[in-house]
């Protein structure tokens, strides 16, 4: 049974981390003392859900977390601390803090330990997200009880608009580029100097490929720019949108 624990405290658990080539045992109260942290719980590293759209997103929205009032994100799965550290290095989220719950204890004591043997994973936890306050539970947002995997309402965007209604997103932008093209430099650097940050995606790796490129933007050169799905072009118009 699924388990609304809001207004409870976190369970008191210790968490078996690596950091390089040490282990290093970290409490509950080390994690969540005198701090607010989001924590978004999920099956499993390197899962499909979780790896192209449940990280991601927190990680992009972290910056405005933290603008308001959040000190630390918590990505949290029952797997091991290898399996974790190098799904964090995979990702590169650099914004988020990956903690494994190798054993399932915190998942069992938060009433949110999963049987997932029809896939071959074993136990796991529920997909869930709770907004967490000097070790009290203020706001969970659990996955309806359904087939499969549903992922409705433990998303980023979800959270921000309970902990901060009124918020400005981030601009979503995407670089098509590819490796020696000078002007996708130049869109980069633009791009930085005016503090966006970007997803960037170059061809020629992952089977990205120039019909890839003429596919998503009907056009042959690079870089092509897209900011919140729209094109705006190569460097020259970007600088351009930039300057607007």
Request: net charge negative; proline share 6%; charged share 20%.
């Amino acid at each position: 049974m699924l388990s609304n624990r809001e207004g409870q405290a976190v369970p008191q658990v210790t968490f078996h981390t690596r950091k390089g080539n040490e282990w290093v045992d970290v409490s509950t109260d080390q994690i969540f003392s005198g701090k607010t942290v989001i924590v978004f719980a999920l099956p499993g590293a390197f899962t499909p859900t979780c790896s192209s759209t449940h990280l991601p997103r927190y990680n992009e929205l972290a910056p405005v977390f933290v603008e308001n009032g959040v000190d630390e994100i918590i990505c949290l799965s029952v797997n091991d601390a290898f399996v974790m550290n190098a799904w964090a290095e995979d990702q590169h989220a650099e914004n988020i803090r990956f903690i494994p719950d190798g054993n399932g204890d915190f998942s069992s004591a938060m009433g949110m330990l999963v049987d997932k043997d029809d896939l071959g994973f074993g136990k796991r936890s529920w997909r869930y997200s709770m907004l967490v306050k000097d070790g009290v539970i203020d706001k969970m947002f659990i996955e309806p009880d359904l087939p499969g995997d549903p992922f409705q309402v433990s998303d980023a965007d979800t959270m921000l608009a309970y902990v901060a209604p009124e918020a400005a997103l981030p601009k979503r932008v995407t670089v098509l580029s590819k490796p020696g093209c000078p002007h996708c430099t130049r869109a980069k650097t633009a791009l930085q100097e005016h503090g966006y940050k970007f997803e960037e995606i170059e061809l020629g790796s992952h089977g990205i490929s120039f019909s890839s490129l003429q596919a998503v933007s009907g056009r042959g050169t690079t870089p092509q720019v897209f900011i919140d799905g729209t094109l705006i072009g190569g460097a020259d118009e970007l600088e351009q949108w930039l300057s607007a």
